[in-house]
């Protein structure tokens, strides 16, 4: 007989987990598969995320999770960040536990439900997961969301090891319910997308569905109220740092040369480890749980002469180190060139900070050359991209095309050259209404279908009411393709969304974005551009590379 995946243990609150004929163990992993897997064993009853390099394994890690469809954790994804962390909260509000995923630049678009979540607080367990994206190798910035955390004062939680990550998620929800608030963590791109032997740990049984009894005083923030919330989050901050204090994850390693101190942060400190095999010549504070460690800061400030800080991303601890007018205290980091300002911090370039001189071991062989991205051959998007630019050169020069995020950026590049911006998700309809208010004409935007569902829908709505003279191409590959084919919230309904939204049902033009058909869409595209409201064009056409999967799946 198959073995059951779970048998529940009467006598303790573990589950036994059957997954690999052992209750846990060993296993080599993801950083971002760690964290799906400590939340699955620690009790998780739903995850909910908007995807975005590098946060999106985690989610479906524990969407391919036969434990967590077994144990009905839900895990589908949602529209957009905030409506992300909306549900999370909700599920937090009932009693459970609840993991929120996003990229770093998502908790700008969740920030309104982040900074009051933190003056609500939480029932069940709530984790809030951002992946920051230092070096910008897949993101429009590379903000560190750890001046988040303390803008809206949350504890925060930053793994330096695979390990350390899966710890800090297994009894991160436990936390979260002791101290009441939900706890940031935040990973960057090496700790997500790397792989390491990680131990887990027995699986806990998820919490019995229970409301919050003070629920009207926490969750409505009305004036009144909301002035007490925030008065209990400032009393708050003594206990998270008396926690932090004491955490075993902030540590202070002794060593002989008291000349310098080094301060890590994060993943700095595996990239630190790596310059000294045999153990550290300085003393070394390794940070991991903030608020920060106050007593264990003082004590390296005190102990050493000068003091270095390594940390990936903004200078966050060493400008709060040197204040405005600390000229005592010599800090060395990204502020005074010690390491450069912007990008990752990576081995060697900690290395160099410590005057290590550092061997190449892998040159770069010549063969290899940088190539920029380019839309696959045979995509959709270029099909349109094509018939949109024959239009324009020939009968509207002075056209401006506002562009968002997707695949479809990548017509910005050569051939194409086909769009003027791209800032932020959904920012292609309501540049173009703004520029199109200013007299620009014609004002045309170009969104993908996901990019349309996350952030586009309210923009339309603007553009609605006031009758804009705008034309907006909605992409349409019925998938989220750049961050790897994930479901799209409005496939098979984007007609009918645009319609409810209020445009002319004229007006919405279905097109098949082919060679064959290039005539046709520049014919669509013309009556559009001079129809002066609100027009929607949609060609649609399956991203080649999800079909060319789905085919293979199903002749298997
Ligand atoms: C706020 C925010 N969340 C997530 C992302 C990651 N991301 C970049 S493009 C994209 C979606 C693209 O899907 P779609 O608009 O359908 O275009 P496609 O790639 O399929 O052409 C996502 C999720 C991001 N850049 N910003
Ligand atoms: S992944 Fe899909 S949408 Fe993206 S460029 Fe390739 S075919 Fe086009």
């Not at 573990?14 to 080599?28: A, F, L, Q, W, Y």
């Not at 051959?377 to 024959?390: P, T």
């Not at 064009?537 to 999800?546: A, D, S």
């Amino acid at each position: 007989m198959k073995k059951p995946y779970l048998s529940v243990s009467l006598d303790t609150k573990h589950i036994v987990d059957n997954r690999n004929t052992k209750s846990h163990g060993k296993t080599s992993i993801l950083g971002d598969e760690a964290i799906a897997q400590a939340a699955i064993d620690a009790g998780l009853s739903g995850v909910y995320a908007y995807p975005g390099t590098p946060s999106t394994e985690i989610t479906e890690y524990i969407q391919n999770s036969p434990i967590a469809k077994e144990r009905n954790i839900h895990s589908r994804w949602s529209a957009n960040e905030k409506t992300a962390m909306e549900a999370a909260l909700g599920m937090s509000y009932a009693g459970k536990r609840s993991l929120c995923c996003m990229k770093h630049v998502g908790l700008n678009v969740a920030a309104d439900c982040f900074m009051n979540a933190a003056m609500s607080g939480i029932n069940g367990g709530m984790i809030i997961l951002t992946a920051d994206d230092p070096s910008m190798h897949s993101s429009q910035n590379e903000q560190d969301n750890r001046m988040f955390g303390n803008f809206a004062m949350l504890p925060m939680l930053e793994p330096s090891s695979q390990q350390e990550a899966y710890d800090m998620v297994y009894s991160g929800f436990e936390l979260s319910e002791r101290l009441g608030y939900p706890i940031l963590m935040r990973v960057t791109t090496r700790m997500a997308h790397s792989r390491a032997g990680v131990e887990t740990k027995p699986m806990v049984e998820q919490n019995t569905m229970h409301c919050p009894e003070d629920g009207k005083q926490r969750y409505i923030l009305l004036p009144a109220l909301a002035r007490q919330r925030f008065k209990k989050l400032i009393a708050a901050q003594e206990n998270f740092e008396a926690v932090s204090e004491s955490s075993p994850y902030n540590v202070y390693y002794d060593a002989p040369d008291h000349s310098l101190g080094i301060i890590t942060t994060g993943i700095a400190f595996n990239y630190l480890s790596e310059n000294y095999p045999d153990g550290f010549k300085h003393p070394v504070l390794k940070i991991t749980q903030y608020p920060l460690p106050m007593s264990k800061l003082e004590k390296l400030v005190e102990e050493c002469d000068e003091i270095l800080v390594l940390e990936e991303g903004y200078p966050v601890v060493e400008q709060q180190l040197k204040g405005f007018l600390s000229k005592g205290l010599k800090v060395h980091g990204r502020l005074d060139g010690t390491l450069q300002r912007d990008g990752e911090l990576t081995p060697d370039s900690v290395g160099k900070a410590l005057g290590i001189s550092i061997t190449e071991y892998y040159a770069k062989p010549e063969v290899v050359e940088q190539r920029p991205p380019a839309l696959c051959q045979g995509c959709g998007h270029r099909d349109m991209f094509q018939a949109l630019n024959e239009v324009l050169a020939e009968h509207y020069p002075s056209a401006k095309v506002f562009g968002d995020i997707g695949c479809y950026t990548l017509g910005a590049l050569p051939p194409f050259r086909a769009i003027d911006s791209c800032i932020d998700m959904g920012a292609s309809i309501t540049m173009a209404k703004g520029a199109a208010d200013a007299g620009v004409y014609p004002a045309l935007s170009v969104i993908g279908d996901s990019t349309f569902t996350h952030s586009g829908m309210t923009g339309l709505l603007d553009c609605v009411n006031e009758q804009t003279p705008i034309t907006i191409v909605i992409s349409d590959n019925e998938t989220t393709a750049m961050t790897g084919g994930q479901d799209s919230a409005g496939t098979g309904r984007l007609e009918a969304i645009c319609a409810g939204i209020g445009v002319d049902p004229a007006h919405i033009r279905v097109m098949v974005p082919l060679k064959k058909n290039y005539e046709e869409m520049k014919a669509i595209i013309r009556e559009e551009i001079e129809y002066k409201g609100v027009s929607v064009l949609i060609p649609r056409r399956e991203c080649i590379q999800t079909l060319t999967r789905k085919k293979k799946a199903s002749k298997k």
